[in-house]
């Protein structure tokens, strides 16, 4: 090969590379509890930071010790492994001059970029007093935080409809969110129905989807019960009598969600925001998976 075939071929190899590195996977973490979990939390994101993650997430609870948390983990993920973290920040149970007084310490020590929500309070008779446009308000006066937000492509369960909905999605973007990162779902046709609603009110900011790896069907119907999200009538009748065989629903897991992510690379998306639970092992394989079908496809095209 002469110098001007080399020079050809090493724009395309870019060109190729270009496209196979179009994937970006994100991870949410969360604070460990006791030392242990903090050692199983640290062996998954030695794992996952070698898939390059655009960000890691750190979720945040709704009092001072779990916020304190919230915030060492994230300064300990970035110093260890060089990586975009984000802090979870939610508005419930605090006032605009605490959250200022946050935001501010976050900014002077480097956390440039949070996950803006409103959060939820364990008391029936609580009554909000901001939500997360409002933080993401206040956000942007304190500095120039990049900010990604929640959206809920079957409902929050606060909503009333869609319209109210995307119209909350449109002020959170009009005050200055980036993004926004989606509540898990099974059903792929909500994500893209929810995403020509958006673009059909213009907008256009990146709506990235959340993937929650199946471990465990009975907990995933805890946490569906608990966010509004569908679970498909297929998806029950394929776990009926593995209630007490955990290793094969995890097997059977994993093939589920195999086949929502690469539905969901078809329509068009390229990054893909995965909730852990701090574990590295389904997850690393779906994004390796994923990496290495799309390698291989603009190989072809290569050859």
């Not at 900014?107 to 929500?117: D, E, F, K, M, R």
């Not at 973007?173 to 099974?186: E, H, P, W």
Request: hydrophobic letters at 40%; charged letters at 20%.
């Amino acid at each position: 090969m002469n110098r001007i075939q080399k020079n050809y071929q090493d724009k395309i190899n870019q060109k190729i590379n270009g496209f196979y590195n179009i994937i970006k996977f994100s991870f949410e973490v969360f604070p460990p509890k006791d030392l242990i979990l903090e050692e199983k939390l640290w062996a998954s994101i030695c794992c996952l930071k070698e898939l390059h993650p655009s960000f890691f997430s750190v979720t945040y609870g709704a009092n001072s010790g779990e916020r304190e948390k919230t915030y060492d983990i994230t300064q300990k993920i970035r110093n260890k492994t060089h990586i975009l973290t984000s802090p979870h920040l939610t508005c419930a149970g605090l006032t605009a001059t605490e959250l200022q007084k946050i935001a501010e310490y976050y900014w002077n020590h480097g956390i440039q970029s949070v996950v803006a929500l409103r959060g939820d309070i364990n008391s029936n008779s609580y009554k909000h007093t901001m939500y997360a446009v409002d933080l993401v308000v206040l956000l942007k006066k304190v500095a120039n935080f990049d900010i990604s937000v929640a959206v809920y492509p079957e409902l929050h369960p606060e909503s009333k409809n869609f319209e109210s909905e995307i119209s909350n999605f449109q002020k959170k973007i009009d005050a200055g969110a980036n993004r926004a990162i989606t509540q898990f779902f099974f059903n792929v046709e909500s994500y893209l129905n929810f995403r020509d609603r958006c673009v059909k009110r213009g907008i256009n900011v990146e709506i990235i989807p959340g993937i929650l790896p199946i471990y465990n069907f009975q907990q995933i119907q805890r946490f569906s019960s608990m966010t509004n999200v569908c679970i498909p009538d297929w998806i029950f009748k394929v776990f009926h009598g593995l209630e007490n065989d955990i290793s094969i629903q995890k097997i059977v897991g994993f093939n589920i969600v195999v086949d929502l992510v690469q539905k969901l690379y078809l329509e068009g998306v390229r990054h893909f925001h995965f909730y852990t639970l701090n574990r590295s092992d389904i997850v690393y394989s779906i994004c390796h998976l994923l990496r290495f079908k799309n390698k291989c496809m603009h190989n072809t095209f290569r050859d």
